[in-house]
C-alpha cells in the first residue's frame, strides 16, 4: 500500500508537519486538517 510506503511512521503533512487528517472518501486522498 501506498500509505505505509510514503508515511512509514503515520500521516505527516508536507506544508505544516501536522499530523491530524481526514480522508477524502471519492478520491481515496488525506487532506491536513
Not at 499530523?19 to 488525506?30: D, G, S
Amino acid at each position: 500500500m501506498v500509505y505505509s510506503w510514503r508515511w512509514a511512521k503515520g500521516f505527516v503533512c508536507p506544508v505544516c508537519g501536522d499530523t491530524r487528517h481526514c480522508v477524502v472518501k471519492p478520491r481515496q486522498l488525506f487532506q491536513c486538517t
